[in-house]
């Protein structure tokens, strides 16, 4: 196809028709995660962040993982892989919004910036407050050369840059540095292998994506519910939803949507609950038990992400819009068991989403005028 004149040199490839970028990005990550898991280099990188993890941790300073959009979800990710890498105890690690890490820093410890470009600009301020505050930084980016690495004591740099704008790489990249350098927090070195393993695997949850999307093909919007860390994923895949498909979602937390949400719900208002966090697994169990049963009643089609040791528990008409159960990795942390394959499963979701209504995911809607106007206004750096 010719280029339009609007499409810059910077921008992701234009195509009229699939594969889509977001499609290639989705299947080249089982590769790239073991790619980041087994570089010696990162490993070393790696490592050299976790000894300042520790030491902060050791000090009772804070630890906080920042970052924007994506990355921000994702540095939630890393922050909860870190935290479980120190036992849950003590200083506890933090996952922030940029803008508001940036604000407020502590007057000592350890500020972890995301930024997969490497020039977010609240991200930058978040690492140049917390540097000039008297802490450590370190920025985990796919942009050696971005900005952001001007106020980061180390850089991790993850190997591939993400083509698109619906970001999935962008995702998985920063949460696989974060298991690299959990492992060398707990000193359980993590196994490429079994990573990338576990991603093809999770990469054959295509189909049960597809038949969700099928059920939710009349929806007019989409609540998407998780508690613990399957929060990250919910927000995560409110995020691809409304990049890729312009579908209005929201994020709730397990227990905060039975109070009060519920009247805002009716056939017209699709239901995805994430069951992955391992942590009070029973009682959030039963709690989405419940929530299943009360939002079928009012005509809410309803889906689940889930591990197998939830899928039992749930009757199959609790999720008469589908469900896509996770395989389980032995060899991997259950924490970046989940995550990890739970990106991937929000991902392909969103992908079959895509391609059941008709969207385009790769510009995230910058192909309009309105839209990209609007983006340049948000992104521009010259007034703060």
Known sequence: MSTPQWHEDWFPELRSERPWVMEEMIDSEPALAARIASNKKLGQTAARIAKKVKEAHAAGTSITVAGCGTSEHAARSVAVQLDEALGHRGVRVVGRESLESSIDPAPAGLTIGISHEGGTRATLLALKAAREAGQSTALITAKADGICSEFADIVLVTPADDKGWCHTVGYLSPMVAGALIAGHVSG?????????????????????????????????????????????????????????????????????????????????????????????????????????????????????????????????????????????????????????????????????????????????????????????????????
């Open 188 to 384: 359980k070195e993590l196994d490429a292998a079994a990573l990338e393993q576990h991603l093809d695997e999770c990469r054959g949850l295509k189909q049960q994506a597809s038949e969700i999307a099928k059920s939710f093909r009349d929806i007019e919007r989409l609540i998407v519910v998780g508690g613990g860390y399957d929060r990250i994923t919910a927000d995560e895949l409110v995020l691809k939803v409304e990049e890729g498909l312009h579908l209005p979602s929201a994020a709730r937390e397990l227990e905060t949507f039975g109070h009060g949400h519920l009247p805002a719900c009716d056939e017209r208002t699709g239901l995805v609950v994430i069951a992955t966090e391992h942590r009070g697994r029973a009682r959030r169990t039963d709690r989405g038990r419940l929530l299943l049963r009360a939002s079928r009643h009012v005509g809410m089609p309803c889906a689940a992400i889930l591990v197998p040791a939830v899928e039992g528990s749930w009757g199959r008409e609790l999720t008469n819009a589908g469900r896509m159960t996770l395989p389980h990795a032995a060899k991997l942390t259950p924490t970046t068991s989940a995550l990890t394959a739970s990106a991937i499963a929000l991902q392909l979701l969103t992908l079959e989403l895509v391609h059941d209504r008709g969207t385009y995911p790769d510009l995230i809607r910058r192909e309009e005028a309105p839209w990209r106007e609007a983006a340049a206004i948000l992104e521009g750096n010259e007034e703060w």
